[in-house]
């Protein structure tokens, strides 16, 4: 894999290569992997690694226990077993001295392989998956590296099982034979997914550099419209930053039976969706929303970073604030490159942008959580959550893109028009990847905003670090618009309290702070046997024909005993939105709203 205007080894590896020890004196180390997949039924790779050019007493042999862009430790060395050291047919002594760690005695070879199995039976973008049909890998979950020496290239030969005849990866394949692939070093390797198997292979140009769109799963799409409908995407993603980094660019699409999700890489994506909902017109752009927001990863995460996410360190967490703007600007701008590239009304982008405030400002979370705390957290909150987190966190995916939002329009009517989002996110490109070559501080980002939309201290007190409640309609003049609530809700009745349908009956899932569930002391887990004496078949019938004030009897069971508590409802505080044009907007909010709609 190749980059424009940048050697690969002088400048990703820079960005993106754990800071390493030194090699042993006298070590000149060549790195190889080969892949089989004998028996792909049973979920298993079979790996061998071997390393030679060493010189020294033992080795040591790590694995990943993250995969970058995803915030969780996931401990993939749980899925490694039978590994063996071996040297001209001789096995060597080794074993584990960490959780991800294993140390081989070399025994003064110079060459030494190392063979081991991974368990690969996990369906998601950040993980590996291998069955009779295909195998979908993440580097970071089947490659070993070696300790201290990251920056090694490595050739990477795959074996497929079978009737496999296609493989799809942002790695670079020998010319001669598309299962032997080479890496510059482990970054690469761990930020190239591969996909093998029989997937179906749409080629095409975009934007100056030729594309692959792999796709496994079927489905009911059409060829031609993939084409024309990301190229879109491309190219006006592409237009954002006036330069685009890569000299080609795949897609892994899988189409599933239910879930979804996406992980950018570095000239790369994974994007999984359900099957079926690419059949309606609302799910293909929603799928395209998807498309825009890895797309967008490759400039925006990628390359133009905060400075703690790289060089990685692959064995503990990495901790930033600012994946409010990596990934909360991201979120902003995929619906809005749907918007721009015509596949979404204004009016259909409007409601969209009017939902993502009503989810934000109905979470209780959002006035405990700072979005900055929400991004240092993720790797113990946003990964993990529980039946408490909807209480005390907020989403740096929504409530950064809203906050992204709020600084472009700041940065409109700072600008009288003249400047917009687009304009911060190309000159932070420009400045901090394509001249300075290194990620950004938080208060650098801070003034590169200023230097847009005029000073923002309250803005970045309040709202980004803080979690005063915003004034919307303040920024969306600026558009000609304004934030109004919807018909409200307070005349329903409202209990708090979230209910799953189990074969035992009602059992509470989530019970919503300041709530009359939540005063009375209704608790997760809670078996609902009754109401006034009554039995409740579904959540449906719970408040039927009640309003608030009125006051029920829960009988529950909980951890084996019944017990009665009372209840006096209260009404729905929960607000939904639309925007509504102000009255008599003036020539400068009208051109910013057409400019901002791509009218």
């Known amino acids: 894999m190749k980059l424009r205007k940048k050697s690969l080894v002088a400048g990703v590896a820079a960005i993106f290569s754990v800071m390493t020890t030194s090699l042993a004196k006298g070590d000149d180390l060549n790195l190889s992997y080969e892949l089989s997949f004998e028996e792909p039924y049973t979920h298993y790779a079979e790996v061998s690694m071997t390393v030679s050019g060493l010189d020294r007493e033992y080795v040591d042999l790590k694995m990943a226990v993250w995969a970058p862009g995803s915030y969780l430790i996931r401990e993939f060395s749980k899925n490694v077993e039978a590994f063996k050291a071996e040297s001209s047919g001789k096995e060597l002594n080794s074993g584990k001295i960490s959780k991800n760690t294993w140390r081989v005695f070399t025994g003064g070879a110079a060459e030494i392989t190392v063979n081991y199995r991974v368990y690969a039976f996990e369906m998601s973008v950040r993980t590996s998956f291998i069955d009779s049909d295909h195998a979908y890998l993440n580097g970071t979950s089947i490659f070993m590296y070696v300790d201290g020496a990251q920056e090694l290239p490595a050739t990477i030969k795959i074996n497929p099982y079978r009737e496999w005849k296609q493989i799809s990866t942002g790695l670079e394949a020998d010319a001669a034979d598309p299962f032997l692939l080479s890496s510059p070093n482990y970054d690469i390797l761990a930020d ?7 997937q179906d292979i749409i080629e095409f140009e975009a934007a100056g550099l030729p594309h692959e769109v792999a796709i496994y799963g079927g489905g009911d799409y059409d060829r031609e419209k993939v084409i024309a409908d990301f190229t879109k995407i491309i190219e006006e993603q592409t237009a954002i930053f006036g330069d685009h980094p890569c000299e080609r660019y795949v897609f892994i699409v899988h189409f599933l039976a239910s879930g979804g999700g996406g992980l950018e890489h570095l000239n790369s994506t994974t994007l999984q969706f359900p ?3 690419v059949e309606s017109a609302q799910g293909w752009a929603s799928f395209l929303g998807l498309v825009a927001h890895e797309y967008f990863h490759l400039w925006n995460v990628k390359r133009l970073r905060p400075a703690a996410l790289g060089p990685f360190n692959y064995e503990a967490e990495n901790y930033t604030h600012m994946l409010w703007v990596s990934e909360g600007f991201t979120a902003y701008y995929d619906d809005w490159t749907v918007r721009r590239t015509g596949f979404y009304s204004p009016e259909e982008y409007l409601e969209k942008i009017a939902g993502v405030i009503g989810t934000v400002e109905n979470t209780p979370g959002n006035r405990v959580q700072p979005v900055t705390e929400a991004s240092f957290d993720a790797w113990i909150k946003y990964y993990r959550p529980n039946e408490n987190s909807y209480n005390t966190t907020i989403s740096y995916y929504s409530k950064g893109a809203i906050l992204g939002m709020l600084i472009d329009m700041s940065i409109r009517e700072n600008s009288k028009g003249k400047h917009s989002l687009d304009d911060l996110m190309r000159y932070m490109y420009d400045r901090y990847y394509k001249e300075l070559d290194r990620g950004f501080e938080d208060a650098e980002f801070k003034e590169a905003v200023e230097k847009f939309a005029g000073d923002m201290d309250d803005f970045f007190e309040n709202y980004v670090w803080g979690t005063e409640e915003i004034p919307y309609n303040e920024f969306f003049d600026a558009v000609g618009l304004k ?3 919807s018909q409200p809700r307070t005349g329903e009745a409202y209990l708090g309290a979230s209910f799953e349908q189990t074969g035992n009956g009602l059992v509470v899932s989530r019970v919503v702070r300041g709530t009359a569930a939540y005063t009375s002391g209704i608790n997760v887990n809670d078996l609902l046997l009754s109401v006034n004496g009554k039995a409740v078949a579904d959540v449906e019938s719970l408040l039927e024909g ?21 209840v006096v409802l209260g009404g729905n505080e929960n607000s939904s939105f639309r925007f509504e044009k102000i009255s008599n907007p003036g020539a400068q909010q009208q051109e910013n709203y057409k400019a901002w709609m791509g009218l």
Do not use: C, F, H, W
Not at 192 to 198: A, F, M
Not at 555 to 562: A, E, P, S, T, W
């Open 192 to 198: 190239s997914p591969i996909e093998i198997g029989n």
């Open 483 to 485: 934030l109004v609530e």
């Open 275 to 277: 099957r079926q909902a």
């Open 546 to 566: 009640r309003k608030p004030g009125d006051e029920l009897s829960l009988k529950l069971l909980r951890n084996g005993m019944v017990r009665t508590i009372g």
